[in-house]
């Protein structure tokens, strides 16, 4: 594979106060690189602490596996099927990628089932998740729910409101080890920003399903956006992809499935602005650490805060997700790009 070094543009912020950053970041303000990058390498990365060593060689090749999205998000392996589902929002696309065949469309219109007109700028699909029993759930911009994928590869819609109101637009999700789904709602994929006159909720909420229930776990957050669990489930790990606080916080997890008063885990605020991208999806691997996605690319966090190095993209990366054969590549959706890297640990799946 050849190493290419591509042109990026980066937009201001001062859109986001509208849409928010995944908003921002779509191709449609972005001037993207039209050289064909799929097969060759970019990026870098930034050994920041020894403690790297352990997860990630500094040395290792960011592979570029497809380009061409709106803005790329949500990716996740699918054991039984070899495969790597990942949503392409604006065009409301679930993508699919395998090692023999490349990328291909897997399915349309899972993000919002209406007329496409009327689904706003980011329509589709952002996270997807796979349960312990091998469903994948997504989260729905355009329909403002989240749908669970049938063995038939149709879908059902399994969380619909709160309290009687239509959320704003589920954004990213995890499961708990009992099977209860926790996910955040900011206001991206509503069609007109947080002001959208459709909006029926005044808060931007972190919330959990039990199966039956939604329960409200904290509003405290402007922007909640990625979410994962710690290997023992007891911190909840949630970005807020907010410019006046770009942080991740980490919340004690009580038996009862609340979460208790939330400490600042690690803040990107010296790098929003100057690296491309905001704290947004987030993975933790079996080690505790975090592979969250800020400013530059990905972040490697440990579970004390200790930032040990970043996985230079180049442009504003939504989400990442582990995978592949024995569940070491890490895969990244990089706003036009699907990346790959290999890494030295494993990402935390939910047993059944």
Known sequence: MKSVVSKIRCVGSGLSLMFGVAALLTSSSIAQDKTELVGTTIGSIQRLDPALDEVLDSTAKLEVLGQGYGWSEGPIWVPTEKRLLFSDIPPNKVMQWRASEGVTLYQAGVGFSGESKNGGREPGTNGLMLSADGHVYACCHGDRVIKR??????????????????????????????????????????????????????????????????????????????????????????????????????????EDGSIGKGKVLANSKEFYGKDPGSPDGLKVDVQGNLWATGPGGVWIIAPSGKVLGKIMTGRPTANCGFGGPDGSWLFMTANELLLKVPTKTKGLTVQP
């Not at 704003?168 to 069609?191: C, V």
């Not at 006046?244 to 004690?252: E, F, K, L, S, V």
């Open 149 to 254: 994928r049938r063995a038939d590869e149709t879908w059902e819609v399994v969380i619909d409101n709160y309290q009687g109101k239509k959320f704003n637009s589920p954004n990213d999700l995890t499961f708990h080890k009992n099977g209860d789904l926790y996910f955040t709602d900011p206001p991206y994929g509503l069609a007109g920003g947080p002001d959208d006159p459709s909006r029926e909720l005044d808060f931007c909420g972190v919330y959990r399903w039990d199966g039956k229930q939604v329960h409200l776990l904290t509003k405290e957050l402007n922007r909640p956006n990625g979410i994962a669990f710690s290997p023992d489930y007891k911190t909840l790990y949630v970005a807020q992809s907010d410019g006046a606080a770009p942080t991740w916080t980490a919340y004690p997890v009580n």
